[in-house]
């Protein structure tokens, strides 16, 4: 069964810097990897989809890369904005219909 | 922009009691999803709709039922609710299944006690 860890569970930095939130999975068979947001209490807002064939996606301030065969994906937040703190999940598509999700990493931007 | 909606942000039931959560989307959306979310095992698929009155089981379906009778509408059935079941639940669609990006409702906080 596929397992999503995703590293650090929390990470404070000060506004402006720039960061990098880890996800890694067990099983390289995917179809595609998505990055979320979710704010508290809230549900997720989708951020980046990338396809398995796909390297990396962009957003605005974010992006998203993916190695499948070493099973990993960064999701990149350039210049951080007290407005960008929140869980970020990430989740994969190993088929049938059902996405497997990391328990998140939690995002403190201190202003 | 899509929308999902559910019918409760809060819902406190007792244990035994049937419970409903209701979920709408507006999209048109073939495929409809219910999560749970609890603290450190992340989000976990209850059941799936891939169309009017169909049904798949998710990873976690015990204790749990689902209706689709129309097609922007998806009903969590709790048949007899317990504790154990307390948990944020989240409501999604899309338009291509797991190959296209899930549009999630905002959740609903159910406590059972």
């Known amino acids: 069964k596929q397992e999503v860890t995703q590293i650090p569970a929390a990470l404070s930095v000060p506004e402006g810097e720039n960061l990098v939130l880890n996800c890694s999975f067990t099983d390289s068979a995917i179809y595609n990897l998505q990055w979320f947001r979710q704010d508290p209490g809230k549900g997720l807002t989708s951020l980046l989809l990338i396809q398995s064939s796909q390297r990396e996606q962009t957003s605005g301030r974010l992006n998203a890369s993916l190695d499948k065969s070493s099973g990993r994906s960064t999701l990149y937040i350039a210049a951080s904005q007290p407005g960008d703190s929140a869980t970020y999940l990430c989740a994969v598509s190993s088929g049938a219909n059902n996405l497997f999700f990391g328990t998140g990493t939690r995002l403190t931007v201190i202003p | 922009d899509v929308k999902v909606t559910q019918s409760s942000r809060y819902l406190v039931k007792r244990t035994g009691e049937k419970v409903f959560l209701e979920c709408v989307q507006d999209m048109d959306h073939e495929n409809m999803f219910w999560y749970r979310q609890d603290p450190g095992l992340g989000l976990r698929l209850i059941y799936f709709?891939?169309?009017?009155?169909?049904?798949e089981k998710g990873d976690i379906p015990e204790g749990y039922s689902v209706s689709r009778e129309k097609k922007e509408r998806f009903s969590l059935i709790l048949e007899s609710a317990s504790t154990n079941q307390t948990s944020m639940y989240l409501c999604a669609s899309s338009f291509g299944g797991v190959f296209d990006t899930q549009y999630f409702g905002p959740g609903t906080r159910l406590t059972v006690l």
């Open positions: 709709s891939y169309d009017v009155k169909m049904k």
